[in-house]
């Protein structure tokens, strides 16, 4: 059974940077695609980052250059460091993992991030 767990949210000051980590478990975590989502009040989940298995990276346009997502096989981690952080990257972040062998996607509790201007 996956089973994934962020953690890192809090708030931050305009301009500050945050990390927000999520373990992953219940899958062979070095074959599964994994991803960073963020859902502000009112709207709809949009994608912030993707890191595939072989650690190629996709960002959505408004956090490139201010947002890095990274991956850990050793520790069944994945990243996402953000810099330069504005008050619009204020939403709830999911993490998200495309399961290798059946492309069924799991999902996080998400983790609360506040920019303050």
């Known amino acids: 059974q996956v089973h994934l767990v962020e953690s890192g949210g809090g708030l931050v000051q305009a301009g500050g940077s945050l990390t927000l980590s999520c373990a992953a478990s219940g899958s062979i975590f070095s074959l599964n695609h994994m991803g960073w989502y963020r859902q502000a009040p009112g709207s709809q989940r949009e994608l912030v980052a993707l890191i595939t298995s072989a650690g190629s990276t996709n960002y959505a346009d408004s956090v490139k250059g201010r947002f890095t997502i990274s991956r850990d096989n050793a520790k069944n981690t994945v990243y996402l460091q953000m810099n330069s952080l504005k008050p619009e990257d204020t939403a709830v972040y999911y993490c998200?993992?495309?399961?290798?062998?059946?492309?069924?996607?799991?999902w996080g509790q998400g983790t609360q991030v506040t920019v303050s201007s």
């Open positions: 998200n993992l495309e399961h290798w062998g059946t492309n069924d996607n799991y």
